[in-house]
């Protein structure tokens, strides 16, 4: 077997061996390294509305109720029938892949935070699921009781004394703050420009094209399908301003550890 080929016959080797195995289970991730989970707090603690300040609410709720719709009309529907069809051991496997691409981007951010220590760790974590794990499709790392540590660009413009700005809320991709907005679009594009599944010549080149699209949209894909929350679920007239409390001390919690 060609190594170029290994991870995508990985991939569909797992499916055909585990197509018996359609059973749905509850598998959202909480793990608070992972920016797209959810933080709870206590809904009882006072004052939790006027504790963030938003200047731009009215584009932000209308943004809120436009991400329900998508939510509703499109993007649960395809969640729904994604995890339906795919075996659960598949969809591990799947998530297992994305989780640890997603290390280099903590690797990078935390030399530029010139924390020699952490981008070590995220190098040696990366490195065994990728050369013990297939690719990343199985997590050794974790097995072997490696941490997980994590940073992002919005992480590192705090480190440098960038202040959160305003809450945002972004089509599709919900709650952030105009700082980490900024963030996402740089580690995208350097995660763009760094496939190193490509520079391992994991994919021939005529298959590149093809890869590129259907591994963001498999990417959307499980993302969402792992973030254990759902707008209007709560059915409050103040779910926005929970939410909007909930990532403000989701985001503190980053923060926090990130100056660990």
Same mark, same amino acid.
């Given at each position: ?57 009215? #584009? ?28 659960? #051991? ?8 994305? *989780? ?11 030399? $530029?935070?010139?924390?020699?220590? *952490? ?33 992002? $660009? ?12 305003? =809450? ?34 994991? $994919? ?33 007239? $103040?779910? =926005? ?17 990130? *100056?660990?």
């Amino acid at each position: 077997m060609k190594i170029k080929n290994l991870l995508l016959l990985s991939v569909l080797s797992l499916t055909l061996i585990s197509c018996s195995n359609t059973n749905e289970v509850n598998k959202s991730d909480t793990n608070y390294s992972e920016a797209s989970n959810v933080v709870y707090a206590n809904p009882g603690e006072s004052n939790f509305m006027a504790d963030e300040p938003d200047p731009w609410e009215p #584009f932000n709720r209308r943004m809120y109720y436009f991400n329900y719709q998508i939510e509703r009309l499109i993007i649960t529907p395809i969640v729904n029938t994604y995890k339906f069809i795919t075996p659960d #051991f598949v969809e591990d496997r799947i998530s297992n892949f994305f *989780k640890n691409a997603k290390v280099l981007n903590t690797m990078a951010n935390s030399a $530029f935070q010139f924390k020699g220590r *952490k981008s070590m760790k995220a190098l040696g974590r990366f490195t065994i699921n990728t050369v013990l794990g297939l690719g990343g499709l199985f997590d050794v790392a974790s097995k072997m009781g490696m941490p997980k540590p994590y940073e992002d $660009f919005g992480l590192t413009l705090a480190y440098y004394g960038v202040g959160r700005g305003p =809450y945002l809320v972004l089509p599709i991709l919900g709650p952030t703050y105009l700082r980490d907005a900024f963030g996402v679009g740089v580690d995208s594009v350097v995660a763009g420009k760094s496939d190193i599944y490509k520079r391992m010549y994991l $994919f021939d080149s005529a298959l590149v094209n093809y890869t590129d699209a259907s591994l963001f949209v498999l990417k959307g894909i499980d993302l969402r399908k792992n973030i254990n929350f759902h707008y209007h679920q709560t059915n409050s007239p $103040f779910e =926005y301003e929970y939410v909007r409390y909930l990532y403000s001390k989701y985001r503190g919690i980053q923060e926090a550890t990130s *100056k660990q």
